[in-house]
């Protein structure tokens, strides 16, 4: 492949001169580049002959790919970390969009500590921001290249190597310029071909292109491959086996030898256009298939999601929010540009004046801010600005266990949410998520740190063990929003000072995440959230009513239609129990095999088979009175009653465990 990349580096002339000035440290050579340019433009390739030229010149050369570090000052640094050694060596950053918003931090901290004899190359699509210029000292360092389209007779080249047949230069030419990608595109089509093609000149150069090249893949398999490479963040062969089923290494090393698919640290991902072209191409023509494979890609993204740990916990719920973005409603609030700007932090104690300073700017009520900090500054999200550490914004997620009486007191929209759980409340060991304060406030839509504080708070609601709701408050511009992530309006709404509030709960027993996932995923696809007849939502009982329904679904084991109508078939362990063995949820056998479950673990031990044999006489082995039970045991009637309350007693103590 390298070869093959060589071959296909043509121009840049001035460029490479340049560089090679700067490796031998010349008089007036810049020890740091900025190169920056479009999608597409030649960045990475321009990166990739650099580092031939840099080892040549025998230096070591470190390469930063920035979509796939962690974009944070500590994520950037581990990656570049080779290059602080001391020894000669070239330190090549590409696609720094990815996480342009460590510009500041590179320049005026991670820059001036790299030593002398390292030459550092930046290449991202934005160009240096006005401070590099502002500062004197960069004016001799830096060197600044926007790279642009080939010139003639660089990109004739071009198609010369790539096999294109003379015949058809103009055409290509006229119908691609000099834009790398496009002439790559247009080769990978045109090669082989001696006719005049019939191409014309378009602005929208790549997506006439795409048109072309979809239409000419192997196989429908290798079209669905690259159709969910273009739909997810990162595609690996995990993501391609989800969709496609069992030849997806095969479909996976195709995917790589794409002249506009790229590879980084988490898979392979589609350069921008081909991605949003791919993506609206399959919508517009296949719905039905895009909803399948949309399904599958939500569906093992969640599942990454919810099993990542450490510090893959992020990347993969940022993965899954991905495709949530593309929706009428998140649009106007997601950023959708590279991130690295802000990273998660816990708050500090010598954060807590600034951040009720921010409440106050946000008229958020400094006072329950103060209060909450001393109640559980363990809640307080804080964002920090990448480029120097300082407080971006902040999250306050309380974790609500039980009623206390000073913070409902206290705060009136904590006392909101607990007066409306007060019909089905946490059950032992749950909790309630309540996402209270936000800076910078919702109406500010499009941020760096609201980007993040939606990724957060989509990773505490689909990886918390034993929630019970979530609550959140959300500004009027915004409410929009809590109908697509399934969550509903709280009344009547709390008020403080004279303000009302819009609160929002979901309660996660009823609608748990897996079938929460299926509705707000689908949402891009089918509009609103409708209840799903597959899986509807389940039952939240009480524990006194769940005793209550197992002891009538034990008189009834033999009577499905009564089995039927318990509102147990809705519990959590019937569900459970259908999903796990592909069972009818709407079936009685399901609860019924559950009940019979629960009895015969009571003769598993010795200390409770007299009760299982109350059990076995009076419900199992058939309709009967309970006279009837106590003559064929041998008991006296007051014995009997007394063993088969203990009995039922278990049962419900049994299944409860399972349903809790």
């Keep these: 492949m390298s070869v093959a990349r060589d071959e296909a580096f043509v121009g840049r002339h001035a460029e490479l001169v340049a560089f090679q000035a700067s490796l031998a440290g010349a008089p007036g050579a810049h020890p740091v580049w900025y190169v920056h340019g479009p999608g597409g433009i030649g960045k990475s390739m321009l990166l990739r002959r650099f580092a031939v030229e840099a080892r040549a010149a025998r230096r070591i050369v470190v390469q930063v790919d920035s979509a796939g570090i962690d974009p944070s000052p500590a994520g950037f640094t581990a990656a570049a970390y080779a290059a602080l050694s001391g020894v000669p060596a070239v330190l090549l950053v590409d696609t720094f969009e990815r996480c342009q918003g460590l510009e500041g931090w590179l320049r005026d901290r991670f820059l001036p500590q790299i030593p002398d004899a390292v030459v550092v190359v930046v290449a991202g699509r934005r160009p240096p921001d006005r401070e590099w210029a502002a500062d004197l000292g960069w004016s001799d360092v830096l060197r600044v290249v926007a790279v642009e389209d080939l010139p003639p007779d660089a990109a004739t080249e071009l198609l010369r190597r790539r096999g294109v047949v003379p015949e058809l230069w103009d055409a290509v030419l006229r119908f691609a310029g000099g834009h790398p990608l496009a002439l ?46 273009s739909h997810a963040l990162t595609t690996n062969e995990d993501l391609l086996r989800a969709v496609v089923g069992g030849p997806a290494a095969e479909l996976f090393a195709w995917l790589r030898q794409l002249p506009f698919v790229e590879a980084d640290s988490d898979g392979v991902v589609p350069h921008d256009a081909v991605r949003s072209v791919l993506d609206t191409d399959l919508r517009w023509r296949d719905p039905h298939g895009y909803r399948m494979m949309h399904a599958r890609v939500a569906a093992h993204l969640l599942d990454r999601a919810r099993a990542a740990s450490g510090d893959a916990v992020l990347p993969t719920v940022r993965s899954l929010y991905h495709i949530l973005q593309d929706s009428a409603v998140m649009a106007p609030f997601a950023l959708r540009r590279g991130s690295g ?6 708050a500090r104690p010598d954060d807590h004046t600034e951040l009720r300073s921010l409440a106050r700017q946000a008229d958020s009520g400094d006072e329950l801010v103060g209060f909450w900090l001393e109640r559980q500054p363990e809640a307080f999200d804080v964002y920090r600005w990448s480029r120097d550490g300082a407080i971006a914004g902040f999250q306050v997620t309380l974790r609500l266990t039980g009623p206390d009486a000073r913070e409902v007191a206290a705060d009136p929209v904590v006392a909101a949410a607990w007066a409306y759980v007060a019909a089905a409340p946490p059950r032992s060991g749950e909790h309630i998520l309540l996402t209270r304060f936000g800076y ?42 809590a109908e697509f992530i399934d969550h509903r309006p709280i009344r009547p709404r709390p008020i403080i000072d004279g303000r009302p509030y819009d609160l929002y709960g979901h309660d996660w027993r009823a609608v748990p995440v ?21 899986a509807p939502e389940r039952t939240v009982l009480s524990q006194p009513e769940f005793d209550t329904a197992v002891r009538a679904a034990l008189r009834h084991l033999h009577a499905p239609q009564e089995l039927r109508r318990s509102p147990l078939m809705r519990s959590r362990m019937v569900a459970e129990r259908s999903t796990g063995r592909g069972a009818n949820a709407d079936s009685p056998t399901v ?47 007051s014995t009997y009653k007394r063993h088969l309350r203990a009995a039922m007693d278990r049962v419900c103590e049994l299944l409860w465990r399972r349903e809790s």
């Design 591 to 637: 609860l019924r095999t559950l009940v019979a479950e629960a009895v015969d673990t009571l003769r598993q031990d010795p200390r409770d088979a007299k009760l299982h044999r109350v059990l076995l006489a009076t419900y199992l082995a058939g309709p009967t009175t309970q006279e009837m039970a106590a003559r064929l045991l041998g008991l006296p009637a």
């Design 341 to 346: 700007a802000v990273y998660p932090d816990q």
């Design 184 to 229: 790559n595109l247009a080769a990978a089509v045109a090669v082989g071909d001696h006719a005049a093609a019939t191409w014309t000149p378009t602005p929208d150069v790549v997506a006439t292109l795409l048109h072309q090249l979809v239409g000419e893949v192997p196989s429908p398999l290798h079209r669905l491959a690259l159709e969910t490479c």
């Design 440 to 481: 910078p406030p919702a109406d500010q839509r499009r941020s760096a740190v609201r980007d993040l504080m939606h990724i957060r708070t989509l990773q505490w609601w689909i990886r918390s063990q034993r929630l019970a709701w979530s609550f959140l408050t959300l500004a009027e511009e915004a409410v929009g929003i």
């Design 514 to 534: 897996d079938l929460w996932a299926r509705r707000v995923t689908a949402w891009p696809l089918a509009g609103p959230a409708t209840p799903d007849a597959t």
